[in-house]
């Protein structure tokens, strides 16, 4: 007889996530199911706003990463405008951005990864959590780890009004300029975000890349993915958050499209399953072929992992050599390596503390020109920016004056909703066999499969110092259960 | 030592911004553990829906809950949390108001899914799925928890103690209200704590002078002198008819206010109370001018309901 594994709930956004694992009548598991029970609508209801309110209305999408809304959705107001904002209204935008990087990262990181590395995947779960971390590596560290996330929820308040939901940036440009007294604040805590970013890859090494166990485990076929990575390039192909080109390369690392937010819709599309609500985008030229991996499958990931791999490197120095460290250790390009993913994050937060500093350094940075008047007729307009979650996508399109009229956001994590499927399958196939004690430790290995994703459903699970919680029931044909194991 | 505190903490429809919220007290949520515990918060702590139905009833001290109501499952957890809770606090605007995510209370769910599965652009859909409540696979049926059609507050839902405004609140605020719990010298039952009494325009830092409206403008077209009240250069704000304690911030960098705070104190209805706040000030008594003036405020429901759409529904 056949057993389900339920896990339910992993908690989310809305309410709940539900994982379905069945297993054949020896054990083995012949499938895994990924849930998101939760809709709330954002693109019915803001039909009928004025379009320069939507910047201020679908930040509420993620209070976690709300900046990445934001700013999603001013690019794509200037575009429904045909408006080029002045430079520095754009160096300002990205200058807060590289402050909310810095602030999503270090919450995921610290405050979730850490854990399962720094005090290790089958540790005693009361050990395995933000306090683990700190009684491991220190009260200094963790005191350091909450000042230099708050930093940067200053410099996005000085910046955006707010750092949960800033109000900052119109058609056009941005509604206020940054003094010399800001400016000076924001290098300062940039110059300090940057040591701090060398220190988090520091650790990583020593804690992770020096024990064999963990290297083999990064390296594992459960924990690996092979499907097409997708991220935001600059001019050079180099990786930007802010502005650029949207790459996607493809499993053997060749570059199969490039393309401009305007052109989204010829390159990504969106399948649409009963049992969740969250849909599933994928390449359209290649079209959804399932839940499968492969070249000739259209599922692709938007990571820190695939905008390392859809990239030839990194705009700044220090990033630039930890990019190459990565290669070189891992074995050459792409990576397949979902849990490598972490380590990419890392990179990206140095990356994003050292853009952060030459952008304050940027004679331009306190300009008064931070604002053009739009005078084209509104229309249609698409905004794309990189999300620490994957790529972020916004779509309006407005009437003569500027009321919406059609909404449409290709969110994040949503890209990342079929690969997270296959890799929770593929880490419950390699973990969970016939004759297997499905322990707790084994249970949150499943865990670390989809955690790597940093999964964002609606995007403010990673910001809280601990872990995700879940119950397995081990159910009959009856769905009486037999067994129950907590990870708690 | 005193005994230390329970206290739990649950989201619903909502952002996860009111949980940020509480993590940028910084250093002090080390405070707050050494006073409290956190018997559940299911995002930072291993408690589940189970443990908290193990608990006595009003064995957690302070229960909060952000977010509206929009599913079954929300209205349960608001259910047994009120049961467990002595005190229960409606924590951010969504749980007290409805927030932003009610605006889809100006639609229904049938016209949602319509959108979403069906006519957004980027849907591959030919065979019109849409998600089900139970869906049958080769290895067994899975289940999804069903939307409610309407988004509510949570005190349509439950009895609610006390409102924490903001969206999200303001870390200070969240700050002074942990003091004032840890006191124990709590206001009366259905007060509103973390906010002031007085209207932002007390707290904001820009001149007023008399105010006379002749024209109402958007933010792209307009130029600010940056110094005279928002309202009186034509930007629609709400900070007249909006509770204060936000700390302006919205202002601070040139913004006017869409209501976060919610209503004052004397006011029943928010969107009511703004719009008389702004005809009052325009600057005609031609009817037919007036007309012309309040016609350029192109989405009277978007600005004046943001932030309360269920909160003016009649009360049953």
């Known amino acids: 007889m056949g057993k389900r594994y339920t896990i339910d709930p992993i908690t989310r956004l809305e309410g709940h996530g539900k994982i379905e694992i069945f297993t054949d009548d020896e054990g083995n598991v012949i499938n895994a199911y990924f849930q998101v029970p939760q809709l709330r609508g954002f693109e019915k209801f803001c039909q009928g706003r004025p379009v320069e309110e939507l910047p201020r209305i679908v930040p509420r999408i993620c209070g976690v990463c709300p900046e990445a809304h934001h700013l999603a959705s001013a690019k794509a107001v ?172 493809d499993t053997n690392g060749k570059e199969l499209y490039k393309y401009s937010p305007e052109e989204y819709l010829d390159y990504v599309a969106e399948h649409t399953e009963p049992f969740s609500y969250l849909k599933y985008p994928f390449l359209k030229k290649i079209g959804w072929k399932g839940f499968v991996e492969g070249q000739e499958s259209g599922i692709y990931w938007a990571t820190p992992l695939s905008r390392l791999n859809a990239a030839d490197g990194m705009a700044t120095p220090k990033a630039q050599e930890a990019y190459e460290e990565f290669y070189q250790t891992l074995g050459g390009k792409p990576v397949k390596a979902t849990l490598a993913t972490h380590w990419a994050r890392l990179i990206e937060l140095l990356y994003a503390a050292e853009r952060w500093v030459e952008l304050a350094r940027d004679p331009e940075i306190t300009s008064k020109e931070v604002h053009k008047v739009p005078t084209e007729t509104p229309k249609e307009g698409v905004g794309i920016v990189e999300a620490p979650r994957g790529t972020l996508t916004h779509h309006y399109i407005t009437d003569e004056n500027g009321i919406v009229q059609k909404v449409n956001l290709i969110v994040g994590t949503t890209n990342n909703n079929a690969p997270i499927s296959l890799s929770i399958k593929k880490a419950a196939q390699g973990l969970i066999k016939k004759g297997t004690k499905v322990s707790e430790g084994i249970l949150n290995m499943v865990e670390m499969a989809f955690r790597a994703y940093d999964p964002c459903l609606s995007c403010a699970t990673h910001s809280i110092p601990g872990r995700i919680p879940l119950i397995i029931n081990l159910r009959d044909k009856n769905g009486n259960i037999l067994e129950t194991i907590r990870s708690d | 030592m005193a005994k230390k505190l329970k206290i739990a903490k649950y989201w619903a429809d909502c952002c996860g911004g009111c949980d940020v919220s509480l993590l940028d007290i910084d250093a002090k949520i080390l405070d707050v553990a050494k006073i409290a515990d956190i018997v559940y918060w299911p995002i930072a702590v291993d408690g589940k829906n189970k443990d908290l139905e193990a608990l006595k009833p009003g064995e957690i001290d302070v229960g909060f809950y ?251």
């Open chain 1, 78 to 249: 200037d575009a429904v405008y045909k408006v080029d904002p002045p430079s520095p209204a754009k160096k300002l935008r990205e200058l807060m951005y590289m402050a909310h990087y810095v602030h999503s990262h270090i919450a995921h990181f610290y405050a979730l990864a850490a854990a399962d590395f720094v005090v290790g995947p089958q540790a005693p779960v009361a050990e395995r959590n933000i306090l683990g971390v700190v009684a491991k590596v220190g009260l200094e560290t963790g005191g350091e780890v909450i000042k230099q996330r708050s930093n940067a929820q200053k410099v996005q308040e000085i910046i955006g009004g707010k750092a949960t939901h800033p109000v900052c940036a119109i058609p056009g440009g941005m509604s206020k300029a940054l003094t010399e007294d800001e400016r000076q604040q924001i290098e300062k805590m940039g110059v300090s975000a940057v040591e701090f970013g060398l220190f988090g890859l520091d650790l990583f090494r020593k804690v992770v890349l020096e024990n064999s166990e963990y290297v083999d485990l990064i390296k594992s076929d459960m924990y690996s993915l092979n499907i097409h990575n997708m991220g935001l390039v600059d001019e050079n192909n180099k990786v930007n958050f802010y502005d650029g080109k949207v790459r996607v390369v």
């Open chain 2, 66 to 316: 952000n977010g509206a109501v929009h599913n079954s499952e929300q209205e349960h957890i608001a259910q047994i949390l009120r049961e467990k809770s002595k005190i229960l606090v409606a924590y951010g605007s969504c749980a007290w108001l409805g927030g932003i995510p009610s605006l889809i209370n100006f639609t229904d769910r049938e016209t949602l899914f319509e959108y979403v599965y069906h006519l957004a652009p980027s849907n591959d859909n030919p065979r019109g799925v849409e998600p089900q409540p139970r869906t049958k696979v080769p290895e067994g049926v899975l289940s999804l928890p069903v939307l409610y059609d309407k988004v509510k507050r949570l005190d349509e839902v439950v009895e609610v103690d006390y409102y924490l405004p903001g969206c999200p609140p303001h870390y200070e605020r969240v700050a002074e209200v942990i003091d004032v719990i840890v006191s124990g010298k709590l206001p009366p039952k259905g007060s509103v704590v973390g906010a002031k009494d007085k209207a932002l325009c007390e707290e904001c830092p820009r001149e007023r002078k008399e105010k006379r409206i002749k024209e109402f403008k958007r933010p792209q077209f307009f130029q600010d002198d940056g110094k005279t009240c928002l309202l009186e250069q034509g930007l629609v704000c709400l900070g007249p008819a909006t509770r204060g304690g936000c700390g302006a911030r919205c202002i601070n960098v040139n913004m006017p206010c869409r209501g976060c705070y919610g209503p004052l104190p004397e006011a029943i209805d928010q969107g009511a109370s703004a719009l008389s706040a702004i005809a009052s000030i325009i600057d005609s008594n031609d009817p037919e001018e007036i007309q012309k003036i309040i016609d350029q405020i192109i989405d009277p429901a978007g600005y004046f309901y943001r932030f309360g759409l269920p909160r003016q529904r009649v009360r049953t």
